[in-house]
């Protein structure tokens, strides 16, 4: 194995990954570092060994970011559905209110 063909198909498999799930992101981690242990096994140059160890944890930290921006994304998502749930109760507790709620958001634009 060679550090282009390495380094060309690590590349490949970064940009495909955007759509994927996490799921999906971290088997293809767990596949790299099954790659980088049959590296430590061969009978390659230590020179070369390094280089494409190099290559494939630079790989799996760009997965990890996806990840992260994933696991980012998704908690965002949460926090924006339960904040529009939120602002709904709110929404009704102000029609319970009735001139309560008026005279307070009237006091808002004045202020």
Do not use: P, R
């Not at 790299?32 to 494409?52: F, H, L």
């Not at 965002?76 to 109760?89: D, F, I, L, V």
């Amino acid at each position: 194995m060679n550090v282009s063909s390495v380094s060309s198909q690590g590349f490949s498999t970064a940009s495909t990954s955007s759509g994927t799930s996490v799921t999906q992101l971290e088997k293809q981690v767990q596949s790299i570092q099954q790659q980088i242990q049959k590296e430590n096994q061969s009978k390659d140059s230590a020179k070369t060994k390094q280089q494409v160890i190099q290559q494939l944890d630079l790989e799996i930290q760009m997965i990890q970011i996806e990840i992260q921006q994933a696991q980012s994304k998704t908690t965002q998502k949460s926090s924006e559905h339960n904040g529009a749930a939120q602002t709904t109760a709110a929404d009704s507790g102000q029609d319970d209110a009735g001139s309560q709620s008026n005279s307070s958001q009237s006091l808002d634009v004045v202020a």
